[in-house]
């Protein structure tokens, strides 16, 4: 009964784990490709050619997915992926970047053997500059998969919104648990 309790905890520590950072992702795809409304036409032109939202396949740990965010700083309160408050210094050409992939555990002697890496954030520093972040170890898998609707040519003219599902493979021992969420797009063109 002892290893049953230890066990379900493992699985509970891992889903609330896997929350947060699902939370993270789909806050990051919400915001991919912002707007301020302040902003000048010149300055919007510029960031359309940019690649707001990228899904890289297959170039993480175990062939994990790997996505980067643009958006412009609104005049609210804006977090990037780890809680720093997102200002001017913290963007790069007028745009906040945050990135999601898997790599190696950070830490570990090159013989361990490890049954998952580590889930990073990327962002930017107050000089503008990529940091690298660990949001959670024991990571498997990071998938990231667009969905199109089934009446996509219908549906496209409605709505520009894209929608996304993030699966996200935890190692836990011996087993692999799965945890997904869709999301949609809000600023994207």
Do not use: W
């Amino acid at each position: 009964m002892l290893v049953k309790q230890v066990q379900l905890e493992h699985v509970q520590l891992a889903s609330a784990e896997a929350d947060r950072a699902l939370e993270l992702i789909g806050r990051a795809m919400r915001m991919a490709g912002y707007v301020n409304i302040k902003s000048t036409d010149l300055k919007k032109s510029t960031h359309k050619k940019q690649e707001l939202l990228a899904i890289q396949k297959g170039v993480g740990l175990n062939r994990s997915d790997a996505l980067f965010i643009k958006h412009e700083i609104s005049d609210g309160v804006d977090f990037d992926c780890i809680g720093n408050t997102l200002t001017k210094d913290r963007s790069k050409n007028g745009l906040a970047h945050q990135g999601f992939f898997l790599e190696r555990q950070a830490g570990l002697s090159k013989g361990v053997r490890v049954h998952g890496g580590s889930l990073m954030c990327q962002s930017l520093d107050r000089q503008g500059r990529l940091q690298n972040t660990t949001l959670m170890n024991a990571v498997h898998r990071l998938e990231i998969e667009e969905l199109t609707p089934a009446n996509h040519v219908k549906r496209a003219s409605l709505s520009p919104q894209k929608l996304f599902k993030v699966r996200i493979e935890m190692a836990l021992g011996k087993s692999i648990a799965e945890f997904s969420r869709t999301f949609s797009s809000r600023n994207l063109p």
